[in-house]
């Protein structure tokens, strides 16, 4: 979360008793003021606490709101990509990953959290997907938003949801405390600097987000930890895959590229 961007936490308009637990309970993992709802306008509060945003608990959970918008937890385009992936079709991220059953994974970079669901698809029961997310709100959010959100008509996304395991915190401190070659893949998906979308999730990734580059060591510690491959998904034009010392995947033509390093022949 950027550094100036102030936050508190409240409640639906008329909670219970239950309700107001549960919001201080979110007000102290988040370290933000609980203030009293008392009906007022979720505006109001911002105004009055100069806040810009409020995590707002709910009965039916917690939902962010900022700049006039709700935002709500929905895994996104992974509905869309894991189907495709049922159905036999290649998915980009598992294809430049060399991604397989029983892989240990660690999504640096997780965001609202696709990615990460179809990577622990992919790597199965057996497998393991750690995403990790330094902003509180945004971990928050995603955490909870994998551990409870219902799909019925898709069970294998609610069990690949079940299955990622959040880790609130900077990903380069979390990558130095892994030992060497302890891990199949590395992943990294900086939040990107320029537009390439206007879908609500990279919306709400923006309002809570830190645009920062990513940093060399965060790279060089991956490259120590990963057994196989560490990989980088950037713009076309974005320049980071080349900065970073990527090497450019070729294959596909829209605006995203895949960068990667290759560390050894995996397990």
């Given at each position: 979360?950027?550094?100036?961007?102030?936050?508190?936490?409240?409640?639906?308009?008329?909670p219970?008793?239950?309700?107001?637990?549960?919001?201080?309970?979110?007000?102290?993992?988040?370290?933000?003021?609980?203030?009293?709802?008392?009906?007022?306008?979720l505006?109001?509060?911002?105004?009055?606490?100069?806040?810009?945003?409020?995590?707002?608990?709910?009965?039916?959970?917690?939902?962010l709101?900022?700049?006039?918008?709700?935002?709500?937890?929905?895994?996104?385009?992974?509905?869309?990509?894991?189907?495709?992936?049922?159905?036999?079709?290649?998915?980009?991220?598992?294809?430049?990953?060399?991604?397989?059953?029983?892989?240990?994974?660690?999504?640096?970079?997780?965001?609202?959290?696709?990615?990460a669901?179809v990577?622990?698809?992919?790597v199965?029961?057996?497998?393991?997907?750690?995403?990790?997310?330094?902003?509180?709100?945004?971990?928050?959010?995603?955490?909870?938003?994998?551990?409870?959100?219902?799909?019925?008509?898709?069970?294998?996304?609610?069990?690949?949801?079940?299955?990622?395991?959040?880790?609130?915190?900077?990903h380069?401190?979390?990558?130095?405390?892994?030992?060497?070659?302890?891990?199949?893949?590395?992943?990294?998906?900086?939040?990107?600097?320029?537009?390439?979308?206007?879908?609500?999730?990279?919306?709400?990734l923006?309002?809570?987000?830190?645009?920062?580059?990513?940093?060399?060591?965060?790279?060089?510690?991956?490259?120590?930890?990963?057994?196989?491959?560490?990989?980088?998904?950037?713009?076309?034009?974005?320049?980071?895959?080349?900065?970073?010392?990527?090497?450019?995947?070729?294959?596909?033509?829209?605006?995203?590229?895949?960068?990667?390093?290759?560390?050894?022949?995996?397990?």
């Amino acid at each position: 979360m950027t550094a100036d961007l102030h936050g508190v936490v409240t409640t639906a308009a008329r909670p219970d008793p239950e309700l107001l637990h549960r919001a201080g309970e979110i007000a102290r993992r988040l370290g933000l003021p609980l203030v009293s709802r008392d009906r007022r306008k979720l505006d109001e509060i911002l105004a009055e606490y100069a806040a810009s945003f409020s995590a707002v608990a709910t009965r039916e959970g917690t939902f962010l709101y900022a700049d006039g918008r709700q935002y709500r937890y929905h895994p996104g385009m992974a509905v869309v990509r894991l189907r495709q992936v049922m159905r036999g079709h290649p998915d980009p991220l598992l294809e430049v990953g060399e991604v397989r059953p029983g892989d240990r994974v660690v999504d640096a970079t997780l965001g609202l959290g696709a990615d990460a669901i179809v990577l622990s698809h992919a790597v199965g029961p057996e497998g393991r997907v750690v995403g990790v997310e330094d902003r509180p709100v945004v971990a928050f959010f995603v955490e909870e938003g994998l551990s409870t959100y219902a799909y019925p008509a898709l069970p294998e996304l609610e069990a690949a949801m079940r299955r990622v395991d959040v880790v609130w915190g900077d990903h380069v401190d979390y990558l130095r405390r892994l030992p060497d070659r302890s891990v199949d893949l590395v992943y990294f998906d900086p939040m990107f600097r320029k537009t390439i979308s206007a879908s609500r999730g990279i919306d709400a990734l923006r309002v809570f987000g830190d645009p920062s580059a990513l940093r060399f060591e965060a790279v060089k510690e991956a490259v120590r930890v990963a057994r196989r491959r560490v990989v980088l998904k950037d713009r076309r034009d974005g320049g980071e895959i080349d900065r970073l010392g990527f090497q450019p995947v070729p294959k596909g033509s829209g605006r995203i590229q895949f960068g990667v390093i290759d560390v050894g022949g995996g397990k």
